[in-house]
């Protein structure tokens, strides 16, 4: 019999990254704490400094809009300036339980005597993003003035290998510390659960929770589905644009595609640091009729862009940084999630932790990581098998609803919960 909540409970969320910043950790992040506090929980969310002058008066309005106070403490620099911070904050707060949305502040804890349950999106732990892992001169380094400065330039420096080599050692020790300092991991795939079992962490400690999304927001109405005749199928892919997603590759395919298909367009969602790389690849193979950058959209505005495609593709790949030699990969897919709940045939590679999310010839179809034959036989199936292609949507949609949609979610974080704090 699951467990369950029979109380309201005091939680602090540790939610580094955290609207209006965007991207899929902040989308979990926004959407588990505004669940949890309609369920009626007490919640305090401490996240990063808005140290950017820019982004500081939209930081304000954001969190005014927010049932729950927001206290932007941590540091994007000094770890252990925002171990401390969390820990006055805990104190005065007294909570039953510690949620944090990495596995870098089961420390935090440990030191208040409350149990942590943390998520781990994988790479956390296969990169960890703690810039100063060191106690010593953390207080300095996490200041507003001198936190300000290094991170800028933390973005932009490349370090020599041996600087490098020290940081990632003491970082991974940090990581690994922190993850088996905490009650219980929510892994967002059976690829994340095995990266922190490599970490000695216990299996019972571990649980794989895939999904997080808002089913009705992006459930299709049937007017709402591409009309196939009278134009080319349209492909569609959103995500940051970052070397992990693949898109020079997808990018790559599209002239094969168009021989089969002359009308065919792709759709690019999002924004990055691989936009000009793409826009310059597309400009070379003189696809800039057949292949459109969005750029970055408001998450309210995004199911009209899912159900105007035919296919949704997401081209994801292991990449490994040149200096530090860390890998990073696809851990999950948020973006495959909306797909399915948006009624959109998906089809993606079976790299990382996307075979968590589609099972191939279920939810959607998989290709080999990187192969464009594959890919293009795969993508062929679905444009011109109709009974396939309409199996393959319904099973999204039902899936979504089922296993992917928050209500799911939030339910099973409160069992973790409940499996941890004491009289519920």
């Known amino acids: 019999m699951p467990l369950s909540i029979n109380r309201s409970l005091r939680l602090l969320l ?34 990063c400094r808005a140290d950017d002058p ?21 540091s994007r620099v000094a770890h252990w300036h925002s171990v401390a911070q969390a820990v006055a904050v805990g104190r005065r707060f007294a909570p039953d339980l510690i949620y944090a949305s990495n596995v870098y502040f089961g420390e935090v804890g440990r030191v208040l005597g409350v149990p942590t349950v943390c998520r781990s999106v994988g790479n956390d732990v296969m990169r960890p993003w703690i810039a100063y892992p060191f106690r010593f001169g953390s207080s300095l380094l996490g200041s507003r003035w001198v936190g300000t400065r290094l991170y800028r330039l933390f973005r932009q420096f ?35 659960a095995a990266l922190l079992a490599d970490l000695g962490l216990p299996p019972d400690s571990v649980r794989v929770l895939t999904g997080g999304v808002d089913s ?54 999002g924004d990055g640091r691989e936009r000009r790389r793409c826009e310059a690849q597309v400009a070379r193979l003189g696809l800039r009729d057949c292949v459109r950058f969005l750029g970055r959209l408001p998450q309210e505005s995004l199911p009209v862009y899912y159900w105007q495609a035919d296919v949704f593709v997401l081209a994801s790949r292991v990449t490994r940084n040149r200096i ?56 062929f199936r679905l444009l011109d098998d109709r009974a396939l292609s309409a199996s393959l949507r319904a099973a999204g949609l039902q899936r979504a609803r089922d296993e992917f949609d928050w209500q799911w979610i939030v339910r ?13």
């Open 14 to 47: 540790i939610l580094p990254e955290y609207p209006p910043s965007f991207g899929g950790m902040q989308t979990h992040a926004v959407n588990l704490s505004r669940h949890l506090a309609a369920q009626g929980h007490q919640l305090k969310v401490l996240t």
């Open 54 to 74: 820019d982004l500081h008066e939209e930081c304000l309005r954001h969190d005014a809009t927010q049932s729950f106070p927001v206290r932007r403490v941590l």
């Open 158 to 192: 490349n370090a020599p290998e041996w600087i490098e080599r020290i940081l990632r050692d003491q970082r991974r020790l940090v990581m690994t510390q922190a993850a088996r300092a905490s009650a219980c991991v929510l892994a967002n795939s059976a690829f994340t």
């Open 216 to 269: 009705r927001h992006f459930q299709p109405a049937e007017t709402t589905r591409p009309a196939l005749t009278g134009r080319g199928p349209r492909l569609l892919t959103a995500c940051r644009l970052v070397p992990k997603k693949g898109l020079d590759f997808l990018i790559s395919l599209m002239p094969q595609i168009r021989q089969r298909h002359a009308d065919a367009m792709l759709d690019i969602v």
């Open 324 to 379: 530090s030699g860390q890998r990073d990969a696809e851990t999950m897919g948020r973006v495959l999630c909306e797909a399915n709940a948006a009624g959109v045939p998906v089809l993606a590679s079976a790299s990382g932790g996307i075979p968590s999310v589609i099972e191939h010839e279920r939810n959607g179809l998989l290709f080999a990581e990187g192969d464009p034959a594959d890919c293009l036989r795969q993508l």
């Open 412 to 424: 099973a974080h409160e069992q973790a919960f409940a499996a941890h704090v004491p009289a519920i």
